[in-house]
């Protein structure tokens, strides 16, 4: 089993910044990489970045530059810094990760965006 734990989540003004964190548990060996999903009100689930095991990083076009996903492997956990945050952000933010051709889903952390 594997167990995904996020927190960072809340509420922050337009412009402003949260980290969020994704620690993994149980057995995790050989996980190929790690994600961040964000699922807006209304929308389709929509990747946001993914971090692979050696560090290698992408993110979504639009949101480049404004997010950055990082990882600490001796603590099995995964990052995501975000800044400059806008309303259109607002979203429940799931942590993923993918090993042997399973996902695995954590249950999702609320990031609002408002003044």
């Known amino acids: 089993q594997v167990q995904l734990v996020e927190s960072g989540g809340g509420l922050v003004q337009p412009g402003g910044s949260l980290r969020l964190s994704c620690a993994a548990s149980?057995?995790?060996?050989?996980?190929?990489?790690m994600a961040w999903y964000r699922r807006a009100p209304g929308k389709p689930r929509e990747l946001v970045a993914t971090i692979t095991t050696s560090g290698r990083t992408s993110y979504a076009g639009s949101l480049k530059g404004r997010f950055t996903i990082s990882g600490d492997n001796a603590k099995n956990t995964v990052y995501l810094q975000m800044n400059s945050l806008k309303a259109e952000d607002t979203a429940v933010y799931y942590c993923?990760?993918?090993?042997?051709?399973?996902?695995?889903w954590g249950q999702g952390t609320q990031v609002t965006v408002s003044s």
């Open positions: 993923n990760l993918m090993r042997r051709g399973t996902d695995y």
């Open positions: 149980g057995s995790i060996e050989g996980f190929i990489y």
